[in-house]
């Protein structure tokens, strides 16, 4: 890439992949936006020292993958993405993962309010952020269908970061502020 600007989304048009140009406000680009959103905020918490070298890894697989999961929903309906998804290996993954973690705290059985340390508020932050790009994708899925094992990763992914939530608070030795 030689050019950052192009010049051509001046006139309230983007590309999706293969050259389609849709509006800016497309689903599908709302969705990459939010999506996109929620991987710099993911990349944030990966360069935090308060979170632990355990996650970094996991974090940044999760990143890959939204970057191929954003890829798929810009590909157009009539054309072939030659990017594998990986997001049933990754779901399951967080799934033993959360299984683990949920293993070693104590049960909650209340609300709990987003605070407690910074590391912790800005995972909450990621959480609210993948539940509302899963919102974006089912939109979407009404009009260009979205694989189901993609809906599954991102509502597992909003799962995923409330556990890893209350494992940081754990980690921190800070005692979730319950709501209630």
């Known amino acids: 890439m030689k050019k950052v600007y192009t010049k051509t989304g001046d006139e309230g048009l983007t590309s999706l992949r293969n050259g389609v ?16 959103l929620l991987n710099a905020l993911i990349g944030k918490l990966r360069m935090m020292p308060e979170v632990g070298d355990e996650w970094k890894s996991y974090l940044q697989d999760i990143q890959k993958e939204l970057m191929t999961v954003m890829s798929h929903v810009a590909t157009p309906q009539d054309k072939s993405n030659p990017r ?30 987003p605070s407690g340390s910074l590391a912790s508020a800005e995972i909450h932050i990621a ?25 599954r990763f991102m509502n597992r992914l909003s799962d995923f ?10 980690s921190e030795g800070i005692a979730p502020e319950k709501w209630k």
Do not use: C
């Open 21 to 36: 140009r849709v509006p800016k406000d497309d689903i599908r680009i709302e969705a990459n936006g939010t999506i996109d």
């Open 84 to 113: 594998t998804l990986h997001v049933n290996e990754l779901t399951e993954r967080m799934e033993q993962k959360m299984d683990e973690m949920m293993a070693r705290m104590e049960e909650y059985t209340h609300f709990i309010l």
């Open 127 to 151: 959480r609210t952020i993948a539940r509302q790009a899963e919102r974006r994708l089912w939109t979407v899925n009404r009009e260009y269908p979205v694989d189901p094992s993609v809906m």
């Open 161 to 170: 970061l409330f556990v890893m939530t209350k494992a940081q608070l754990q």
